[in-house]
C-alpha cells in the first residue's frame, strides 16, 4: 500500500467478465489509479489465493463470501471486500465482522434499471412478444395464443418499495395500474402518489399481478410458498427481479402446474449461482427444477441481468472505486453495508 496522498490500492477483482474489465477500468483511469487485477474465476475457497497481494477484493452476486473464504481472504492480506452489487445476502457479515474485513457496497446505481426489466417481463409475458416474433420470423402470423390483457385498470402488487420498488411502483401508475404494496416502511413517496399499503395476505389476494422487489433476509426467504401462492387469484402473474431464494421454487411449480400462477417472470433463481452468467448452450443442466420451469410456455426467465444497463455499470464503477480509495484515504469505505438485513 501506498503512503498518505497516493493511495494506490491492489484489488483483486473476481467474476469479472469484458464489461466489468472495461467499465471498472474506464472509472479507475478517470478517478483512482489503482492497480486493477481481473480474474474471471469465481471467488471460492478454491480461488481465494488469487487475493494474495491485494489490500480489497471487489465481488459479485454469485462469488462465495461465507466464512472459510473470509478467513482466508484475511490471511492474505486482504481488509476490504466492495461488492459490485446491490444485495449482500451472499457475504457472512458476522464473519467479515470476525476477521476485521469491511464490506461495502452499491447501495443505489439505477433503480430504473431494474424497475424497468421488471416491466419489460410484464410487458413480454403479457403481450408475448418473444412468442410473436419467432412466430413472424417463421412466416406464422396466427394470433390464437398471443392474448393479453389491459395493464390499464389492473391491480400490481409490489412487495418492497425501497429504491427499484418505489421506482417501478411510478411506472405503474403511469400505466394506469391501481397499486398496491407490502413493506416494513412504507416509502413516503408512493403514499403520496396514493399507493395503498397492505399486510402481505391481503395484497397477495387483491393482486393481479405481484412483484418482489425486497431484499433476501430472514424474513423474506421463501416468502412466496405453497401457503402464498393459495392465497394468490386464479391466474396470476407473478415476477421476481429481486433474489431467487424469496419464492420457493416447487411451490411456484406446484402453482403453475395448478394453473394457479397464470404466467411467472424470473430474472434470478434460487440455484443460479450454478448457471447463471456463463454460457452452458453446449451442456447438460443438471438442476432438474430449473430445467421444469424452462418447460412451461407461461414463464419467462432471464439471467440477472436487471441491472445491465450502460448507466448501471458505469455507476456502479463509479461508486465501487470510489468506495476503495475512501477506505484508503479515510479508513472507512463510502458505502458499508447496514449491519444487518430486515
Ligand atoms: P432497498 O433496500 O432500497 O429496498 C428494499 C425494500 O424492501 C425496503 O423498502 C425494505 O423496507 C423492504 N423490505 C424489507 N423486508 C421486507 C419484507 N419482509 N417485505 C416487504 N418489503 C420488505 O433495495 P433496492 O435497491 O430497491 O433493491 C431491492 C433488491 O433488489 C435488492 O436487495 C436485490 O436483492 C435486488 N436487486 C436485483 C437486481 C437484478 O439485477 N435483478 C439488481 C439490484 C438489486
Given at each position: 500500500m501506498s503512503g498518505q496522498g497516493e493511495q494506490i490500492v491492489h484489488v483483486a477483482i473476481f467474476s469479472a467478465k469484458p464489461y466489468d474489465i472495461s467499465f471498472l477500468t474506464r472509472a479507475n483511469t478517470a478517478q483512482a489509479g489503482h492497480h486493477l487485477h481481473f480474474h474471471a474465476a469465481r471467488l471460492a475457497t478454491g480461488t481465494m489465493?488469487?487475493?494474495?497481494?491485494?489490500?480489497a477484493i471487489c465481488a459479485f452476486v454469485n462469488d462465495r463470501l461465507g466464512r472459510p473464504v473470509l478467513e482466508g481472504l484475511a490471511a492474505a492480506g486482504v481488509r476490504l471486500v466492495a461488492l459490485?452489487?446491490?444485495?449482500?445476502?451472499?457475504?457472512d457479515l458476522a464473519a467479515a465482522r470476525s476477521v476485521g474485513i469491511e464490506v461495502c457496497f452499491v447501495?443505489?446505481?439505477?433503480?430504473h434499471a431494474v424497475a424497468e426489466h421488471t416491466l419489460a417481463l410484464i410487458l413480454t409475458l403479457n403481450r408475448k412478444t418473444h412468442r410473436a416474433w419467432a412466430r413472424v420470423r417463421e412466416g406464422n402470423f396466427e394470433l390464437d395464443g398471443l392474448m393479453g390483457f389491459d395493464l390499464y385498470g389492473k391491480t400490481v402488487g409490489v412487495i418492497g418499495t425501497g429504491r427499484i420498488g418505489s421506482v417501478l411502483a411510478q411506472i405503474l401508475l403511469g400505466f394506469g395500474c391501481r397499486v398496491i404494496a407490502h413493506d416494513p416502511k412504507p416509502d413516503p413517496d408512493c403514499l403520496a402518489r396514493g399507493v395503498a399499503y397492505l399486510d402481505i395476505a391481503p395484497l397477495l389476494s387483491a393482486s393481479d399481478i405481484i412483484t418482489l422487489q425486497c431484499p433476501l433476509t430472514e424474513r423474506t426467504?421463501?416468502?412466496?410458498d405453497d401457503r402464498a401462492v393459495a392465497r394468490m387469484k386464479t391466474g396470476v402473474m407473478l415476477i421476481n427481479t429481486?433474489?431467487?431464494?424469496?419464492?420457493d421454487t416447487s411451490a411456484v411449480i406446484r402453482g403453475l402446474k395448478s394453473g394457479r400462477i397464470g404466467s411467472l417472470g424470473l430474472?434470478?433463481?434460487?440455484?443460479?449461482?450454478?448457471?447463471?452468467?456463463?454460457?452452458?448452450?453446449?451442456?447438460?443442466?443438471?438442476?432438474d427444477v430449473f430445467a421444469r420451469l424452462l418447460t412451461f410456455p407461461n414463464v419467462l426467465i432471464t439471467g440477472h441481468q436487471g441491472f445491465f444497463t450502460t448507466e448501471a455499470l458505469t455507476a456502479i464503477a463509479e461508486t465501487t472505486l470510489a468506495n476503495i480509495t475512501a477506505f484508503e484515504c479515510d479508513g472507512a469505505a463510502l458505502h458499508p453495508v447496514p449491519d444487518r438485513q430486515m
Open positions: 489465493a488469487l487475493a494474495q497481494g491485494a489490500e459490485r452489487s446491490a444485495g449482500y445476502n451472499h457475504v447501495p443505489s446505481y439505477s433503480p426467504h421463501h416468502l412466496v429481486s433474489r431467487g431464494a424469496v419464492i430474472d434470478v433463481y434460487e440455484e443460479e449461482g450454478e448457471l447463471f452468467f456463463e454460457d452452458l448452450s453446449d451442456r447438460i443442466i443438471p438442476d
